[in-house]
């Protein structure tokens, strides 16, 4: 047996043309194209490859970019005016401040600084509250980006037994709260789990976002099971991902690839976001 592939690159490309079709709908009601404002601290050459890529990303769909870039040594105080300038400037209707941060900055104290209704990366405190609380509010793309991918590949969610390896701020403990609000039954896996496989085998969605790559291997997986990867790690042979794709998809019914599973769907739901940040647009919960 032979998984079906989650194919990210193929499903994203819908929802960009969604976004681009809700673009066009806006401006033909006279309105302004939706801005994203991104800012970029320092030289990091990976950082500077992603920015550049949510720019054409935004530009395809007809949503305006803002470039903001500071030297790698700026004062937080200047960042700060920065993200408040963008938060009181009404032509910007999304900032993503680009991470990592320098190492004298600390980025969550900057994130926060950013209006909750321009928070098209989710990031903040307060959206990351809203999503616990189950309220609406802006989601991070990543995660959001795997709910829409799970959907449109039609893998039911309600009731089944996630398991999600990894709890950072960015990816697993976000999708955790996504998947419970959609009635999955949900374990957070982290470097201290014990028996990392034999949790793992109970999952009938299982997903990677640890980090480490190929950490998860046969062992790990359930036959039938769907197995989402979000790691993406460059190697001697290129990029792989947390999941030893090969071995896994002997066994899963269904896995994202990488690159073109879940990368391009955290696109995608940037795009999304943006312009669901636009007041009274469109329902912003995912
Ligand atoms: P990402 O941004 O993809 O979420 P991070 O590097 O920020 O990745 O987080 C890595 C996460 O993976 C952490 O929550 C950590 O606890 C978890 N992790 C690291 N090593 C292991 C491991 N061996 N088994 C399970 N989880 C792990």
Redesign the pocket.
Known sequence: ARAVLLDGRAVAATLREETAAAVAALRARGREAPALATILVGEDPASHVYVAAKHRACEAVGIRSLDHRLPGDVEGERLAELIGSLNADDAVSGILLQLPLPSQLEASEFIDLIDVGKDVDGLTTANAGQLWRQRDGLRPC?PAGIIELLDRCGVPIAGRHAVV????????RPLAGLLLRRDATVTI?????AD?PAVCRGADILVA????PR?IGVEHVRPGAVVVD??ITRTDDGLVGDVDFDAVATVAAAITPVPGGVGPMTIALLLANTVAALPSTTDKDR
């Open positions: 990543t390896v990894g709890r950072s701020d960015l990816v697993g896996c982290h470097r201290h789990t990392l976002a640890c980090g480490i950490l979000v790691g």
